[in-house]
């Protein structure tokens, strides 16, 4: 991919680093499902080590501790966090602003699929400067959808195992249908173990990643899931993933582009 292919986008050579907007990209529900997904991952996750492997041991009988019950109990509840608050970042991808939508997750745009290419090669250090788009980049995207998919198949085969255990007139033994579609509890247990140490492995890429990008970028990626505000240069708003399209593609289209009082520039 040559340069000629991707030319930069006008910039003055002599720009100072003082020469960033201040772009309000993750809207407070974002920032709310994040952090509850990310704390209940934790709580699933040492839950759920018990309860498959149970290391805790106490003194005299089961029945005046209960110390299974209550991780069974706090898995429980930790789950129905889970639950609720992917299916809320779901449905903020068809309501909320630009930068949550779902086509930031599945690149449907030819600007986005031509940006996939070019952040590869960022990633792996053949470009210098990082990819320019103000809230995910494609291929980051696309790995968020891939997490959002193994969220869903955690939480099918958590509800096909706990279906089959819970009282009756409970409306979760509605979810039993699940058990066969997963191929017997004995599989839904290995599938839910598999993609909890999957999970776990992109939570550690993902703050690697953050903190990684937040210190070539300079942008305030790790303070922005905090505040909601990145600090960009004015370019990479208008001429969002400029760096790898041709300047003719990189023409802003109005009525994209139109300030917002409250969220700034609307682009992805």
């Not at 790898?244 to 289209?253: G, K, T, W």
């Amino acid at each position: 991919m040559s340069a000629a292919a991707f030319p930069a986008a006008p910039v003055s050579p002599h720009r100072s680093d003082m020469d960033l907007v201040r772009v309000y990209v993750w809207q407070w529900p974002v920032r709310l499902t994040h952090w509850v997904i990310a704390i209940s991952i934790a709580v699933l996750a040492v839950t759920g080590i018990y309860l498959g492997r149970p290391f805790l041991v106490v003194p005299g009988e089961a029945r005046f501790h209960f110390v299974t019950g209550t991780m069974k109990i706090i898995h429980f509840y930790a789950a129905i966090a889970f639950t609720a608050a992917v299916v809320s970042r779901v449905i903020w991808m068809f309501t909320g602003n630009t930068y949550a939508r779902w086509d930031k997750f599945i690149p449907v745009g030819r600007r986005r699929r031509r940006g996939i290419v070019g952040t590869v090669k960022f990633y792996f250090f053949a470009l210098r400067k990082p990819p320019g788009f103000v809230g995910h980049n494609p291929l980051a995207g696309m790995a968020y959808a891939l997490v959002f998919l193994m969220y869903f198949a955690m939480i099918g085969t958590g509800l096909a195992m706990y279906s089959v255990s819970a009282r009756v007139g409970s409306p979760l033994r509605s979810f039993q249908f699940l058990v066969p579609l997963f191929g017997g509890l004995q599989s839904a247990h290995w599938i839910h173990h598999v993609l909890m140490w999957l999970i776990l492995g992109f939570v550690v890429h993902h703050i690697y990643s953050a903190i990684y990008m937040s210190q070539v970028e300079a942008n305030a990626t790790v303070e922005s899931i905090f505040s909601g505000y990145k600090f960009v240069p004015p370019e990479d708003v208008v001429y969002s993933g400029y760096r790898f399209v041709s300047r003719e593609e990189s023409v802003p289209d109005p009525l994209l582009h139109r300030p917002h009082p409250k969220s700034g520039p609307r682009h992805g």
